[in-house]
């Protein structure tokens, strides 16, 4: 099997390997992420393991990966991207309800649940790196971010839970909006800092 690696410089030991698993483990181990698995042409990065051993053999096998600071940089340039969508549709969310279109309001709720979750996953990733969490210390408390996050977070489960939307909107325009303004700044100075 011919194996290319692109993105990052990776020792991949001239080894008869068993199986992808086995190759994307040596490439983790060397400090890089995986972020997409092309085999014969064909794009296996979501594959589980039985579907992996049914298109063996493979003749190429591309693999694209990323040191985590370019995947954290990467990922820093999204948020700066998507934070203000996501305001944009807290905007629409109040509207609806204002306007008493409950159901749509709801549906859009649902859509920014998804995103919060995302920014979530982030947050959790970037406290993990030393390097990250040092800085994102640096530029603001931490711990009240954290924790006014996570206080927004539950408060707007608690009035979509009553199904209160004059609660929610408030929440969402009064609470969740200000955090999501500073994740932004964060974002931005966090990116600053790593470029």
Known sequence: MKITVFGVDIDLKETEYKNVGDIIDTI???????????????DITNFSAAELEAIMPIKDLKIIAKSKKDLII???????????????????IVKLFT???????????????EGIEWLNMLLGHMEKDM?????????INKAEFVDQWQNSIEELLSAMENQ????????????????????????????????
Do not use: C, H, W
């Open 28 to 42: 983790e181990s060397q400090g890089a992420i995986v972020v997409e698995v092309i085999a014969d042409e064909e």
């Open 74 to 92: 990467d990922s820093l340039e999204e948020v700066e991207n998507y934070i203000p969508r996501l305001i944009e549709g807290i905007d629409n």
């Open 99 to 113: 306007q008493g279109n409950e159901p749509e309001g709801y549906q859009l709720l649902m859509q920014l649940f």
């Open 131 to 139: 390097q990250i969490n040092e800085m994102m210390f640096n530029i």
């Open 164 to 195: 209160d939307t004059i609660f929610l909107s408030d929440i969402l325009e009064y609470e969740v909006t200000p955090v999501l303004k500073d994740y932004f700044n964060l974002a931005k100075d966090l990116n600053i800092k790593l470029s």
